[in-house]
């Protein structure tokens, strides 16, 4: 899916960010690995401690302070910065429990992913299920899907 991801954006003229929590890289290293992937991959934020999340990305520190790092909100504000601080067309962020153990009052499974860009953000929360690196590979996956269907041609 990767490739046919770069082929889209490249042949769109746009460019992808992402930042990350739950997936701590996993999906920028899924992203550039097709070749050509320098032509549309900007960059990345692994912000796996809420002090990135608000210092570099410019999630609120109170509502990390209210809800938590795992929230969809977060979610947003995580896409939304990173797209503004790399310039991008698009920008995925993902934040969510990959376990072992619960976070912030959310089961293992919970995952919120964003995709930002100039019309606006849009969060989905799939209840993912295995362990800690399955999870984090479905949330890719998810990710991944979810920049596809943005990109598809309306019929």
Do not use: W
């Amino acid at each position: 899916m990767a490739r046919e991801l770069t082929a889209a954006l490249r042949a769109a003229g746009s460019t992808v960010a992402v930042a990350e929590s739950l997936t701590g890289g996993l999906l920028a290293l899924v992203l550039t690995e097709p070749p050509g992937a320098s032509e549309v991959f900007v960059g990345s934020v692994t912000a796996y401690t809420d002090e990135v999340k608000h210092g570099v990305l410019g999630v609120e520190r109170a509502l990390l302070e209210r809800r938590g790092a795992v929230d969809a909100e977060v979610a947003r504000q995580m896409a939304d910065g990173v797209r503004r601080l790399m310039g991008s067309t698009y920008a995925l962020s993902t934040t969510g429990v990959a376990g072992p153990q619960s976070q912030d009052g959310r089961p293992v499974g919970t995952v919120f992913i964003a995709l930002a860009d100039a019309d606006g953000t849009r969060v989905i929360s799939p209840n993912l299920h295995g362990d800690r690196f399955a999870i984090q590979q479905e949330c890719v996956a998810e990710a991944l899907g979810l920049l596809q269907a943005r990109l598809r041609p309306s019929p």
